[in-house]
């Protein structure tokens, strides 16, 4: 499902990434560890590019997306959590988890709240779906970007 060959990212002189090579298949469950600055975030970043790969390969689904043109499509199928969630201060749970799928016409506003009803009461947080960010824990936030990107 997921190849990445030779990838490598520069950030000037600096290379972060060097010949990094990767398999993922469907199923599969995997964990990047390493010490902090090792280039964890821009490998994932280039994953999704939002960052631009300086060589290599990154086959999505048989397609080599490293230098597509069709950014926005690929993002649509590949989603990353960030660090910092990135949760919208001005909307509630449930708004920040169905906004993407509802814009992007993935689903309708009611299928987006259907799932992400069904999401949030897996991870034994919808008694929250109306509270704001600033209204809810680090812990939280970070399973309602899970569930954002799910």
Known sequence: MLVIKNLEKCFGEKKVLKGINLTVNKGDIIGIIGPSGCGKSTLLRCINLLEKPTN?????????????????????KIGMVFQQFNLFNHMNVLDNI???????????????????????????????????????????????????TL
Do not use: C, W
């Not at 290599?56 to 597509?68: D, L």
């Not at 709240?113 to 809810?136: E, F, G, H, R």
């Open 98 to 148: 169905i906004l993407a799928p509802v814009l992007n016409k993935l689903m309708t506003r009611e299928e987006a709240i259907t799932k992400a009803t069904s999401l949030l009461k897996k991870v034994d947080l919808l008694d929250i779906k109306d509270s704001y960010p600033n209204q809810i824990s680090g812990g939280q936030k970070q399973r309602v970007a899970i569930i954002r």
């Open 56 to 76: 290599g390969e990154i086959i999505f689904k048989g397609n080599n997306i490293a230098n597509s043109k069709h950014i926005l499509d690929i993002r649509k």
